[in-house]
């Protein structure tokens, strides 16, 4: 699981938000990422919400268009590249697969619709059987194909945009909180059936969540992002072992823990203030307004992303 699939350098995202005649102010959804994610590996990405993760993870994928950095998939430059063929490897689950799913179009047509354009189907018999046997795939079944999403509940209509992302045989899916708009009883479900799929295809995950217990069943590395800079990314274990940012230090004390003597001893940390606003960010340390450590430095100077243990990176001057 060494080889890297996905690399960002120096990624930017900013959209810009018109504010009057001729006059414009910038969102910085996304700043300055440098990472990579390796292949087989799911990489998790936690962070408040506006935080920028869902904008990295599609920015990543070309669903916006990056500001300013580059993007590499499996060693090939593609920052600029025409996407229809790293469409077909490339996929994204979304978060509300109620709103993600046409309405107006079975589930046959929706899971065929990937596999027509990619044209993966020889014959309309082939493509009913790879419908068909997607569905299966997914925990539903192939009568399923002739319904409308409106038919099904939230954890199914989640497994139909599972099958249509997997009708392409991908390699790198983005899966955007695909489990927070989902009952409890069913997420374990759903996280499951993805870490089954991964298994038997050989897949490669970013999976964001804003919930960290989540994202640490899953994921092999743990990437924390606060507004729009990555302040912290490591190893799953490592990084609730030995959490470094203050930042991440605060997410981790707010994460349950089953044994109450432990979860009595510990001491959750409050923030003060609300998250600030990504068009009028703060200087320095994006997290200095909000730091009980911040020192006069941090409302200077932006720290430097910096490797401070093997494979445990983080930004931050007190480090
Ligand atoms: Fe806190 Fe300063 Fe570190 Fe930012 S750089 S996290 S403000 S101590």
Redesign the pocket.
């Known amino acids: 699981m060494n080889k890297e699939l996905i690399r960002v350098e120096d990624l930017r995202k900013y959209f810009s938000i018109k504010m009057g005649f001729m006059k414009y102010n910038y969102v910085q959804a996304v700043e300055d990422a440098n990472f990579s994610i390796r292949k087989g590996e799911t990489l998790g990405l936690v962070g408040e919400s506006g935080c920028g993760k869902t904008t990295l993870g599609r920015t990543i994928l070309r669903l916006h268009e990056p500001t300013s950095g580059k993007i590499f998939y499996d060693g090939e430059d593609i920052t600029h590249v025409k996407m229809l063929p790293y469409r077909r490897k490339m996929q994204i689950i979304f978060q509300d697969p109620s709103a993600s799913l046409d309405p107006r179009m079975t589930v046959g047509e929706i899971v065929g619709e990937a596999i027509d354009i990619h044209k993966l189907a020889g014959s309309k018999k082939e493509r009913t059987e790879r419908i068909q046997q997607l569905l299966t795939q997914v925990g539903l079944n192939s009568e399923h194909s002739n319904r409308y999403p409106h038919e099904f509940s939230g954890g199914q209509q989640q497994r139909i945009g599972i099958a249509r992302a997997l009708a392409v045989e991908p390699e790198f899916i983005v899966c955007d909180e695909p489990v927070s708009a989902l009952d409890v009883s069913i997420q374990s479900q759903i996280v499951n059936m993805l870490e089954d799929m991964q298994k038997d295809m050989g897949l490669t995950y970013l999976f964001i969540a804003h919930d960290l217990s989540v994202v640490r069943h899953i994921s092999n590395r743990i990437g924390v992002m606060y507004l729009g800079n990555m302040?912290e990314l490591a190893e799953s274990n490592e990084l609730h072992k030995n959490p470094l940012?203050?930042?991440t230090k605060t997410l981790m004390s707010a994460v349950p823990v089953p044994d109450p003597a432990k979860s009595r001893a510990r001491k959750r940390i409050i923030l003060e203030g609300d998250i600030p606003s990504p068009m009028n960010p703060p200087s320095?340390?994006?997290?200095?307004t909000r730091?009980p450590?911040?020192?006069p430095?941090?409302k200077e100077e932006v720290?430097v992303w910096r490797e401070l243990a093997t494979d445990h990176f983080a930004?931050?001057?007190?480090?």
């Open positions: 302040v940012h203050p930042y320095g340390c994006r997290f200095h730091c450590y911040a020192i430095r941090c720290p930004a931050c001057h007190i480090l």
